[in-house]
């Protein structure tokens, strides 16, 4: 049974501003858990370059009604220009898990 639960990808550059993201979105409610994950290594163009950084990623699980506030909160923490805030959808899960998110979230 499809749900509007979803997980949201964002990269970060530091475990400062992961902590900042995590922190952020967990006391504002607006995600029922954020984990950080370290090691990451992402291959990218960005203006007509081809970089290669070390980075965190954030992996922030919430509902779809949230997406909004929280890629403003990442934007207004984030120093990237253009930073990744990507939303997949939850197709399934373990029933009291996704009741869980709805009940930690506004």
């Known amino acids: 049974m499809p749900s509007n639960e979803i997980v949201i990808l964002c990269t970060v550059p530091n475990q400062e501003t992961a902590g900042k993201v995590a922190q952020t979105l967990v006391e504002g409610k607006l995600a029922a858990c954020v984990n950080i994950i370290s090691g990451i ?25 949230n997406f909004s506030k929280i890629e403003a909160a990442i934007r207004s923490i984030h120093p990237y220009e253009v930073p990744e805030v990507i939303a997949l959808p939850i197709i399934q899960g373990h029933a009291p898990y996704l009741a869980w998110i709805h009940d930690v979230t506004i």
């Open 41 to 65: 290594v992402s291959v990218y163009h960005w203006k007509a370059e081809l970089c290669r950084d070390n980075e965190f990623l954030c992996i922030i699980k919430s509902k779809e009604s």
